[in-house]
């Protein structure tokens, strides 16, 4: 067993430089100019892309991965094995975002460890693992380096922008910071901004790494460690609120794992409590401690309103694009009341606004799942934009 987890280690460590993807590297002439103030030069960001791009560039799709996510939406991981996180549902051959149709770019994020620059990588300058001297990253950061790879493959415009939760808010980010680049756009499971009981959240999840003993102040590779206990327990806590009471019950109940009675111990008893230790330690063999810290704050500063004189409405004046705002009834992670929010900015600033909230107990994580109504809205919503756009109809 120890062999198996010292091989998917292994696995993890070279994917945050030498990616299985395509990699976009920006030199010390390219500067990624970040809030923080520091201008990060050499970067690199790793990508997926499927279909083809057709001859008047007009047909790219940008799909933008949620926190524990990556830039492989549609294919096979390279560390886990398992297929994309939308390859089942969302993005292939006839699904919603099709790849006969239309060609997909998925980046990783800065600060992500899949392959582009962030805190698990090789500052260049040290040649070791960048670590606590990576710069804080925020949610317009990676949507600039976005920008900066589309203008990389030369593509100026998008046909549509799409995805959920930390993926949403980078939707949304690249509403309030390109309108002219995005066509159409699918903000899901998102708000724009964090709410004081998600920042609560994040925090408690970031102590709980930060509290193991193995962490080291974030410099676990120069010292041969790996805080595994707990980015697991910070993964258990976040999954609980990626799912819904409703979910949790049907899934599970109170039912006894494995046993008909309980131990009177402090083994994992219930069904739900195996399932949780199960999420901890499989996510610890794809993600870096370090780059949990970096994104989960980048999503705590996501305040698109207070980057317009605390008008939410100013971010969007004179939008052209076309809006479908997407939210589900179940996800008390990002509530629908903040989507409507969303919608009546998008109102106010005379946008193309459509809204669709799904009834699923599914919670936050329906985006993810096979949720038929959902994935109806989007192939419609996607079809509509694709005539207004003049693109070639899909093949049936």
């Known amino acids: 067993m120890a062999e198996a987890t010292t091989l998917e280690r292994t696995d993890r460590t ?24 520091v201008a990060l030069a050499p970067f690199q960001i790793a990508y997926q892309t499927y279909g083809t791009l057709n001859a008047d560039r007009s047909n790219a799709v940008l799909v933008l991965h949620a926190l524990t996510g990556d830039q492989h939406v549609a294919n096979v991981h ?4 398992k297929p994309g996180w939308w390859s089942e549902t969302m993005i292939g051959p006839g699904l919603p975002i099709d790849t006969n149709r239309y060609f997909v770019i998925c980046p990783n994020v800065i600060g992500g460890c899949m392959g582009s620059s962030g805190p698990a ?36 415009t998008l ?27 699918l903000p899901i499971a998102a708000a724009t901004r964090h709410s004081a009981q998600n920042i609560a959240f994040h925090e408690v999840g970031r102590q709980a790494v930060m509290a193991d003993p193995e962490w080291r102040g974030g410099r676990y590779f120069a010292e041969g460690t790996d805080p595994r206990r707990g980015l697991a327990v910070a993964r258990m806590g976040a999954h609980i609120t990626y799912l819904s009471d409703a979910a949790l019950h049907r899934k599970f109940g109170r039912r006894f794992q ?21 999420q901890g330690s499989s996510f610890v063999e794809r993600f870096d401690a370090n780059s949990y810290l970096y994104l989960t704050r ?9 980057d317009h ?7 969007f004046k004179g939008i ?10 179940s996800d008390w992670l990002f509530p629908t009341v903040e989507s409507r929010e969303i919608v009546h900015a998008l109102n106010a600033a005379g946008a193309r606004v459509s809204f669709a909230e799904i009834v699923t107990d599914k919670g936050h994580d329906a985006f993810l799942l096979d949720e038929p109504e959902f994935i109806a809205i989007v192939r419609g919503f996607l079809e509509g934009a694709s005539r207004a756009r003049g693109l070639t109809p899909a093949t049936r």
């Open 298 to 306: 980048a999503m705590d500063y996501f305040d698109i309103a207070a």
């Open 121 to 156: 990588s090789t500052n260049p300058a040290t040649d070791r693992p960048w670590g606590l001297e990576f710069p804080v990253i925020t949610i317009r950061d990676m949507v600039r380096s976005q920008a900066m790879l589309l203008d990389h493959l030369g593509i100026e």
């Open 258 to 278: 494995d046993r008909a009675n309980p131990t009177f111990s402090f083994d994992a008893d219930f069904q739900v409590e195996s399932y949780l230790r199960y």
């Open 14 to 37: 070279r994917e945050t430089d030498n990616p299985s993807s395509l990699v976009a590297h920006f030199g010390a002439d390219k500067p990624l100019r970040l809030d923080a103030g």
């Open 320 to 329: 052209e694009t076309r809006i479908c705002v997407i939210s589900f009834t």
């Open 159 to 185: 046909f549509s922008v799409a995805g959920g939760s930390m993926g949403g808010m980078q939707v949304l980010e690249w509403l309030a910071s390109y309108p002219k680049r995005v066509f159409s756009a």
């Open 78 to 81: 390279p560390v886990t094995g």
């Open 309 to 315: 004189n605390g008008v939410l409405g100013n971010a």
